[in-house]
């Protein structure tokens, strides 16, 4: 759905930003992910800030789908679950103070402000203000990107939405001539690296 707010951190801007690498984002997953880990470590309240967070980070706009319906919320709550279990409760602190910092600066919670309300407050927190919440925000982002454009196996990049906007066709084994012409844009491949066991598709 479309919100009728002009955003001010917008698809280009996640994506051109410094702590993009787009081949470690291809590739920085946990390798123990091939069997599918229930997200189950939030709580509804927690899941709300995270996909507000995330789908400002990386906006449903006229490029394609955002972060929420790539599934990042769900890539995101697999890596808590399993390889980063013990970032867990630093990233729960970070969506409170997250949401506290929006109760006390705007006076209601950050799932019930406006998008363009939201993105003020995460360029404040970009900026260091307030102190404290720099390097949560850092590391959410860091996480989005991650389940934006890595390999849809691990639960993201549902039907290759990231690999699409940032024109990466996936993995080939081989290329025909036609393929690596550079007049011709690359045809998308869709497959994930590891084969069978795609989510979300």
Not at 42 to 53: C, K, P, T, V
């Amino acid at each position: 759905m479309k919100d009728s707010h002009k955003p001010k951190i917008s698809r280009r801007a996640v994506i051109a930003g410094a702590t993009l690498i787009p081949i470690a984002a291809i590739k920085a997953a946990p390798q123990s992910a091939s069997s599918p880990i229930p997200a189950t470590v939030f709580s509804a309240e927690q899941r709300g800030i995270l996909d507000a967070l995330v789908g400002r980070l990386i906006p449903n706009d006229e490029n394609g789908p955002g972060a929420v319906e790539c599934g990042v919320p769900e890539y995101i709550d697999r890596c808590l679950a399993d390889y980063l279990a013990a970032e867990k409760a630093a990233f729960f602190e970070g969506l409170s103070s997250l949401d506290a910092f929006a109760r006390s600066s705007q006076g209601v919670a950050f799932v019930e402000l406006a998008p363009d309300k939201q993105d003020a407050m995460l360029m404040a927190i970009e900026s260091n203000q307030p102190p404290g919440l720099f390097g949560f925000f850092n590391r959410a982002r860091r996480l989005t990107l991650e389940g934006m454009f890595g390999d849809p196996i691990y639960g993201g990049n549902k039907n290759y939405a990231g690999w699409d906007l940032i024109r990466y066709p996936g993995a080939k084994l081989a290329v025909a001539p036609e393929d690596q012409s550079m007049k011709t844009p690359p045809k998308p491949y869709r497959r994930s690296v590891y084969g069978g066991g795609e989510h979300g598709h």
